[in-house]
């Protein structure tokens, strides 16, 4: 199988049969078994800590506390968290742990975690980003004097000037809610001892060296003592990219240096594990009444909870995506991203574009109304093209598709275009009268890569091995990437393939496991089969090269191994934000996408149903057509989610979101009959093979071309996600008073 065809997953076999193990699944002799003991409250003082009862019961190991680690701060982004909070220390959510107790039964963990006793002092709550910034405002880190985590300034342009010569003005405030993962596997894995004196953690992860890198500082040994592997993960959407579970097992196994197994129950990850960022965002739009777009002010406030996580790296992304993939000659855009006492909010699927873009693209509807003009019409006079400027005063590279995916879904959709007029389709209506229908479309596009200056690099090793005639037959690749369910090793393998010219079938994949494979970066960013597969294909080639030189030698050597690491800056390097004007170089790469939704409206009930969406995405080349469609799936469903449905619920830092049962998520029977999915390939020439990432993209547009359908066909505007049947009715009742 060579690019652009349906190579079978290397995992489903395996997946499918039920034979691949996840991290629940490993066991050892001699294992125990270890439970948590979390803050009760989302703010608080602790003023004593009392594990005799928990260390006098019958089985018990040991309690391990504060006094038990070594550097006790760790951040994959901040180092603003405790492993485990001390007395005297503060609780910010309730997340953060007191203690973990070991013992040689689950049973007996379970029962003695009970029989730790905590003395707190309350302490007043901050769960408003937009208060918690106000002088004043209980503090979240007093040492840092205010709640506000980061701020981004971009200007371009005179704003102002630009507003009065505007023929229109549209404004409109935003909000998005927590959103969490919902991946199929709680976290669970084993830390252990290993062979060579290692301290080993089996966990489901995103990026295994960085937690590597976390756990050498708090633990204060060098990483050569330390390892990762990562079998097969249960979902992850950004949630395995922070630590909830490999630091605690690694310190288990550092504190009784016998293997610890520890698995979280489902209320546990809903409540103690991070969540999507909540954003608050005001926009106000100066147009001309060709629908030329003259001056976008943004404000943009995101709640960063209890500690940093990837809050900054969001935000960053965030506010240079904040007006869309439009050109604009005049910007004004204040970003914040704020300490309260809710959940950690942190990566997940999109990372920082999904809010923006629900935000931008109902401002791109309000604008196109309010001149009377079709929204694909006014969206194809506006888009970005190659060497268009970004709002942060580059030029974007090569490789632009954001027209042609809102050209090709228009077209499937049913509109026309005649003499460079974009005419929309009519709307079926159904017979129940109190039925309506509309149709709604957005664009949205994200990065591909680490951006703002960070070195993006991916290491990759292949050993090559033919017989005496010097065909290959096989090639082993390297590579640290973690295959959390989007397909990356097939990818690669395909990448690897057809380098070699080789079948795919003759390639083998590594597993994940630090002391073995190099380290490639995280699955996140969309990046792997932009990054990681041009280090593979630079590796290959590389191979190739050497290979030839022994056969031309006549050494009788049948195998070679080779290594190479690709840098994204190398092509394109990217800079961090001027302090003043926002002015740098983002990103490496894009990915582009526009999706088309129609949906049915009850106005007797406000339920919402999606009919169909049409989902174009621009993805370079289809390295693999059916995940791609997949991808576009899975996107679609998540972006329902979104939509319609998804609300991780706090009140006054206390989750209310405890279980799924609590949780509404998109079953089959909230997806669309029929999702049409449209791959574009407009290349990337930095890319392997001219491919950029999907992974992300898919979901980006799906909220907001569904709450531009609804205003389409009741005539309401959704303002804040979700779009639930009761905000939708309260919508409809209040317009009918109105009218």
């Not at 190991?61 to 550097?71: A, C, E, G, N, R």
């Not at 004097?145 to 102002?160: A, F, M, P, S, Y």
């Not at 869309?324 to 300490?339: I, L, M, Q």
């Not at 873009?357 to 009377?372: C, H, I, R, T, V």
Request: hydrophobic letters at 40%; one cysteine or more; charged letters at 25%.
């Amino acid at each position: 199988m060579s690019l652009g065809e349906s190579a079978t997953r290397l995992d489903i076999k395996t997946k499918v049969l039920g034979s691949r193990r996840y991290p629940q699944d490993f066991n050892m002799p001699g294992q125990l078994y270890a439970k948590v003991v979390w803050s009760q409250y989302p703010h608080a003082r602790v003023k004593r800590i009392d594990t005799s009862a928990a260390e006098a019961t019958p089985g018990v190991v040991k309690v391990i506390t504060y006094k038990d680690v070594p550097l006790n701060e760790y951040g994959i982004h901040t180092p603003d968290q405790t492993v485990l909070v001390p007395e005297g220390g503060k609780v910010r959510w309730l997340g953060d742990r007191i203690a973990i107790v070991v013992a040689e039964t689950e049973e007996i963990a379970e029962e003695a975690r009970k029989k730790v006793k905590v003395e707190y002092e309350p302490l007043p709550v901050v769960t408003d980003p937009r208060e918690a910034m106000k002088p004043g405002s209980p503090l979240v880190h007093e040492e840092r004097g205010t709640n506000i985590l980061h701020h981004i300034k971009i200007r371009r342009g005179d704003v102002e000037k630009a507003f009065e010569e505007a023929d229109v003005i549209v404004e409109g405030y935003y909000i998005t809610p927590h959103v969490e993962h919902v991946y199929l596997q709680p976290e669970a894995g084993i830390g252990y001892i290993d062979e060579e004196g290692r301290i080993t953690v089996i966990a489901a992860a995103q990026w295994p060296h960085d937690d590597l890198h976390q756990i050498s500082h708090f633990l204060q040994i060098p990483i050569e003592k330390l390892r990762e592997i990562v079998p097969a993960v249960g979902g992850a959407f950004g949630g395995r990219e922070d630590m909830y579970i490999q630091h605690l097992l690694a310190l288990c196994a550092y504190v009784v240096r016998r293997p610890v197994k520890m698995v979280f129950t489902r209320e546990e990850t809903m409540m103690r594990t991070g969540k999507r960022h909540p954003f608050y965002i005001r926009h106000k739009w100066g147009a001309k009444k060709d629908g030329k777009l003259l001056a976008g002010e943004v404000e943009m406030i995101s709640d960063a909870g209890a500690y940093a996580s990837t809050s900054i790296p969001v935000l960053n992304n965030a506010a240079s995506f904040a007006l869309g993939p439009y050109v604009w000659p005049n910007v004004k855009v204040d970003a914040y991203t704020v300490y309260t006492n809710n959940a950690v909010t942190m990566a997940m699927r999109g990372f920082g574009s999904p809010q923006p873009a629900f935000a931008y693209e109902l401002q791109m509807d309000k604008l196109a109304e309010a001149l009377g003009m079709d929204p694909v019409e006014l969206r194809m006079k506006n888009l970005v093209e190659d060497g268009s400027p970004t709002i942060t005063g580059a030029s974007f590279p090569p490789g632009v598709g954001i027209k042609e995916t809102l050209r090709q879904a228009a077209l499937a959709a049913g509109w026309r275009e005649e003499n460079g007029r974009w005419i929309k389709p009519q709307i079926q209506q159904p017979q129940e009268p109190y039925k309506r229908r509309g149709i709604g479309v957005a664009c949205a596009y994200k990065n591909v890569g680490y951006s703002f200056g960070f070195d993006d690099k991916c290491t990759a090793k292949v050993k090559l091995s033919w017989d005496e005639s010097g065909q290959i037959t096989r090639a082993v690749v390297k590579v640290g990437a973690s295959e959390v369910g989007e397909g990356v090793h097939t990818a690669l393998a395909q990448i690897a393939a057809h380098t070699l010219g080789i079948p795919v079938q003759k390639v083998r994949i590594a597993l994940v496991d630090t002391a073995e494979v190099p380290n490639a970066g995280s699955s996140s960013a969309s990046r792997h089969v932009y990054i990681s597969g041009n280090a593979v294909k630079a590796a290959c080639e590389l191979a190739l090269r050497k290979r030839e030189e022994i056969l031309r030698a006549e050494t009788g050597e049948t195998s070679v191994e080779v290594e190479y690491t690709y840098r994204g800056r190398i092509e394109r390097p990217t800079t961090p934000y001027h302090p003043e004007t926002g002015e740098c170089f983002p990103h490496i790469s894009y990915g582009w996408g526009t999706q088309i939704a129609l949906v049915e409206v009850d106005t007797e009930t406000g339920q919402v149903s999606v009919l169909k969406v049409w989902a174009a995405h621009d993805v370079g080349k289809a390295v693999n057509p059916e995940m791609i469609i997949g991808q576009i799936g899975g996107g679609v469903h998540m972006g329902i989610g979104y939509a319609l449905m998804e609300h991780f619920i706090h009140q006054g830092g206390y989750p209310r979101t405890r279980r799924l049962s609590e949780y509404p998520i998109p079953t089959v029977l909230d997806m669309p009959p029929e999702i049409v999915p449209i791959i574009v390939e407009v290349p990337d020439p930095a890319g392997p093979y001219g491919a950029k990432g999907i992974g992300e993209m898919t979901t980006l547009p799906t909220a907001p071309a569904i709450i531009n359908a609804i205003h389409d066909a009741v005539g309401v505007w959704i303002n804040e996600l979700p779009a639930t049947e009761e905000k939708v009715y309260k919508l409809l009742k209040e317009a009918r008073r109105a009218q």
